[in-house]
């Protein structure tokens, strides 16, 4: 029987985990859902960080140490983790390159 059929299901959960929080944050920003607690943009923006990064090693954790489907689910938060990390290194890229494009007069 082959492992990684029968556990794709859980890989899938992994990273509609992960793209769920970080969707999540990111339109709790768009509509600052969380004004009424003090957040700005600066804490969703360390919320989306800490999700992506957190996610990576939570599933690198559940890929060393769990048995064979939270393997699958560790392999899912890995992929998600590491998209939400592309994401914000293309939004530095766009915003160096915005920045390094603007004319002050």
Same mark, same amino acid.
């Given at each position: 029987?082959?492992? &990684? #059929?029968?556990? &794709?299901? %859980?890989?899938? +959960?992994?990273? +509609?985990?992960?793209?769920?929080? /970080? /969707?999540? &944050?990111?339109? +709790?920003?768009?509509?600052? $859902?969380?004004?009424?607690?003090?957040?700005?943009?600066?804490?969703? %923006?360390?919320?989306?960080?800490?999700?992506?990064?957190?996610? @990576?090693?939570?599933? @690198?954790?559940? #890929?060393?140490?769990?048995? $064979?489907?939270?393997? +699958?689910?560790? &392999?899912?938060?890995?992929?998600?983790?590491?998209?939400? @990390?592309?994401?914000?290194? $293309?939004?530095?890229?766009?915003?160096?390159? %915005? /920045?390094?494009?603007?004319?002050?007069?």
């Amino acid at each position: 029987m082959n492992d &990684t #059929k029968s556990h &794709t299901g %859980a890989g899938v +959960a992994g990273f +509609a985990t992960t793209l769920g929080l /970080l /969707l999540l &944050t990111f339109l +709790a920003m768009r509509n600052d $859902a969380l004004e009424s607690l003090g957040w700005q943009g600066g804490q969703y %923006a360390y919320a989306f960080v800490w999700i992506a990064l957190g996610s @990576v090693v939570a599933g @690198v954790v559940l #890929k060393v140490r769990s048995p $064979a489907p939270w393997r +699958a689910f560790g &392999t899912g938060l890995i992929i998600g983790g590491t998209f939400g @990390v592309v994401l914000l290194i $293309a939004f530095f890229i766009l915003v160096a390159y %915005a /920045l390094s494009n603007l004319s002050v007069p």
